[in-house]
């Protein structure tokens, strides 16, 4: 397991600051001794308990008392019982708080592989049997400080995507030089091949 370098209490922040601290960072998944998928963040949105579109708006669940638990631990759920989603527990205990990791690049593969929440965790074989994991405390599903420091004019930043409430915060966060973002803000083209970042 590689080296994590997070400051402390890195994940005991709001859900809108760790979000775009995440962009860059690596997400690695240990399927054996051999074999592992690793990637590059590119987009992240953050919820909180604060606003509607969050999943513990209301009250805590069976099914979202994980993202109530510790900071820097899986949440993981199924959306319209189709996908899994990977989101990490931030904030603190008792309060619902989370990002959702929406995309990742993966170096050498196709640059849409993982383009999606979705897609994500189909491409990593996340499913619900990750819920609850320590974030950087596990050996098959974790998160990897990033090599360089990213700056603000990396970044875009703008609203979350499929949600019918708090529509209008500006939650969601994507590497701007990245071709493997689900979506990209209106007007904002695509990086021509040579021109993304590789990393």
């Known amino acids: 397991m590689e080296e994590n370098l997070f400051p402390k209490n890195f994940f005991n922040r709001h859900s809108k600051l760790v979000a775009p601290d995440l962009i860059g960072c690596y997400l690695i998944k240990k399927n054996n001794e051999k074999d592992q998928v690793k ?4 987009e992240t949105e953050a919820y909180s308990q ?3 579109a969050c999943h513990g708006f209301r009250k ?10 510790k900071p820097g631990t899986f949440y993981i759920y199924k959306s319209y019982g189709i996908h899994h989603c990977l989101n990490i527990v931030t904030d603190k205990e008792n309060f619902a708080s989370g990002v959702l990791i929406r995309a990742v690049f993966i170096s050498k593969k196709n640059e849409r592989l993982a383009s999606g929440p979705g897609l994500v965790t189909k491409t990593f074989g996340v499913d619900v049997s990750f819920n609850s994991l320590e974030v950087l405390k596990n050996k098959s599903l974790w998160i990897s400080q990033k090599d360089s420091t990213l700056e603000e004019k990396d970044l875009i930043q703008t609203t979350r995507i499929g949600i019918s409430k708090a529509k ?6 994507y590497l701007k030089n990245s071709r493997s973002v689900s979506k990209r803000l209106k007007g904002d083209r695509t990086p021509k091949l040579n021109n993304h970042l590789s990393f």
């Open 50 to 52: 604060e606003e509607e």
């Open 60 to 69: 805590i669940t069976e099914s979202n008392k994980s993202l109530f638990g």
């Open 168 to 173: 209008n915060i500006k939650w969601r966060w």
């Open 39 to 42: 990637g590059i963040i590119v």
